[in-house]
């Protein structure tokens, strides 16, 4: 455990300042880049939607796949230390997707920023957890969450704006806040790392396969037809890869991902959760988008300022989760039932007649809500069994579920919707959201607290602290 009376508190301050710096950054260029799809798609007018999807999910899949690992690398060699080497890639990134003269460098420069943003958000929150008690660690989460809720909320308007003068500057827009945040961590003390062995890499690009296969097999499923070879040569592929993957994770001796983890009943099914939870998330994060653009015809600047009302929203309700008695998992079930009210509302009421007011406005406030207060409880109750020297690895597996969560979703949605132009060909993924926020709330539902131990991590102290056997290394 980390010896509170000796870290100052300016230093406290700098690192909550570079860590809420760096997820604002990892959330950032996926807000910016939604409303931003219309103005990149003018710049590549041969691609089909489901090649413009991978600018997501090239991005999200390398952000999945690399994220535990990653967490695993920071208990090895220090989160501090690749945190900053994050830093630096996320910025190497950034600037590669600004300058890209083809579509084809762009999913690239997308997949070099998930790598940078896999290497920093789990080592970011441990960082936090690691140097501040445990009491304090919901409002660490919280605080966390809520900074990614702030890229969210600012995403849309600054992607909207940007992408009207020239939408390279939604990538250029990341230098100086990494900048920012590497200049932060200079008074932060360096981490003790764990001794363990580098992970298995292959096991690394067997997990990114098999999610890629699958998120191909479901956007081109409605383009091949479910009796293209084609399409069940990529559902094998996927399962092929992830039995491969996890059958490596159970017998090689530094495994990509501990699964022994997932013997903690309430972190695997807060990992479940997080996973369906997020499908309607995507959904609504970049159906929302594209609805004001394409069905109600707004520009991507005020497209930008309407959307916004629900990351806001989402702010809010992670502070506000943060600081509540509540349970954990009954944050987690109240956030997934105001996403069921969001989805519901849409699906009845929301088509391209329906005013912006209530409809639309009233959804983005419920959906927003609901993502702020669910992540913050699916994260808190998800770590709250786990030993201190192990939140990256373990944050990081959380994390991994939510991104496989929201690339599928990207792709359910462009499979229900592709581009569409009318209210109608949007229902189907207002309905998908609805029944994600079910999923999310059933999963909260299930999650009990570890015996011995009281309900929520703000609750836990240090003496339940017991390092699962299969965690050692």
């Given at each position: 455990m980390a010896n509170f009376s000796?870290?100052?508190?300016?230093?406290?301050?700098?690192?909550l300042a570079a860590a809420l710096a760096a997820s604002v950054l990892a959330s950032l260029d996926l807000f910016v880049v939604n409303l931003a799809f219309a103005s990149i798609s003018a710049s590549f007018p041969t691609a089909t939607p489901q090649t413009m999807s991978w600018i997501l999910n090239a991005y999200g899949i390398t952000f999945a796949a690399l994220l535990v690992p990653a967490g695993r690398l920071a208990d090895r060699f220090g989160a501090l230390r690749l945190f900053r080497a994050g830093l630096g890639l996320f910025?190497?990134?950034?600037?590669l997707a600004a300058l890209a003269p083809g579509i084809g460098l762009l999913i690239f420069s997308r997949g070099m920023q998930g790598l940078g943003a896999a290497m920093v958000v789990?080592?970011?929150?441990?960082?936090?957890?690691?140097?501040?008690?445990?009491?304090?660690?919901?409002?660490?989460?919280?605080?966390?969450?809520?900074?990614?809720?702030?890229a969210a909320a600012a995403g849309p308007v600054l992607g909207g704006l940007l992408s009207e003068h020239d939408w390279r500057w939604i990538f250029l827009v990341n230098v100086p806040l990494a900048a920012f945040?590497?200049?932060?961590?200079?008074?932060?003390?360096?981490?003790?790392?764990?001794?363990?062995?580098?992970?298995?890499?292959?096991g690394v690009a067997l997990l990114a396969l098999g999610i890629g296969a699958l998120v191909t097999a479901l956007s081109y499923a409605s383009d091949w037809g479910m009796s293209s070879p084609w399409l069940w040569f990529a559902v094998a592929v996927s399962g092929g890869a992830a039995a491969w993957f996890i059958r490596r994770c159970r017998v090689h001796d530094a495994p990509a991902m501990?699964?022994?983890?997932?013997?903690?009943?309430?972190?695997?099914?807060?990992?479940?959760?997080?996973?369906?939870?997020?499908?309607?998330?995507a959904v609504m994060l970049l159906g929302g988008s594209l609805f004001l653009t394409h069905v109600q015809g707004w520009s991507p600047t005020?497209?930008?300022?309407?959307?916004?009302?629900?990351?806001?929203?989402?702010?809010?309700?992670?502070?506000?989760?943060?600081?509540?008695?509540?349970?954990?998992?009954?944050?987690?079930?109240?956030?997934?039932?105001?996403?069921v009210a969001g989805g519901t509302l849409w699906y009845f009421l929301l088509d391209g007649q329906s005013p912006y007011f209530p409809v639309f406005f009233v959804g983005l406030?419920?959906?927003?809500?609901?993502?702020?207060?669910?992540?913050?409880?699916?994260?808190?109750?998800?770590?709250?069994?786990?030993?201190?020297?192990?939140?990256?690895?373990?944050?990081?597996?959380?994390?991994?579920?939510?991104?496989?969560?929201?690339?599928?979703?990207?792709?359910?949605?462009?499979?229900?919707?592709?581009?569409?132009?009318?209210?109608?060909?949007?229902?189907?993924?207002?309905l998908v959201m609805a029944c994600a926020g079910f999923a999310g709330t059933l999963s909260a539902l299930l999650m009990r607290p570890r015996p011995g131990r009281r309900e929520g991590v703000e609750n836990a102290g240090t003496a339940a602290d017991v390092r699962p056997a299969t965690m050692a290394h």
């Open positions: 000796k870290a100052s508190l300016n230093a406290r301050r700098w690192l910025t190497l990134g950034s600037l789990p080592t970011s929150l441990a960082l936090l957890l690691a140097r501040h008690p445990r009491g304090q660690h919901k409002r660490m989460v919280s605080l966390w969450g809520a900074s990614g809720s702030v945040a590497l200049l932060s961590t200079r008074r932060v003390e360096k981490d003790r790392p764990v001794a363990s062995k580098t992970p298995d890499l292959l501990d699964l022994g983890v997932f013997r903690e009943r309430t972190f695997s099914v807060a990992a479940l959760g997080m996973a369906g939870f997020y499908v309607g998330f005020v497209a930008g300022l309407g959307f916004a009302v629900g990351p806001g929203t989402a702010v809010v309700a992670a502070l506000a989760a943060g600081r509540t008695s509540l349970a954990p998992r009954w944050l987690a079930a109240l956030g997934g039932a105001f996403f406030i419920l959906t927003g809500a609901g993502a702020g207060i669910a992540q913050t409880g699916f994260l808190s109750a998800g770590v709250g069994g786990l030993h201190a020297e192990f939140y990256a690895a373990g944050t990081g597996a959380l994390n991994t579920s939510r991104q496989i969560g929201s690339a599928l979703g990207v792709a359910v949605l462009i499979v229900l919707t592709g581009a569409g132009t009318d209210g109608s060909s949007y229902q189907a993924a207002w």
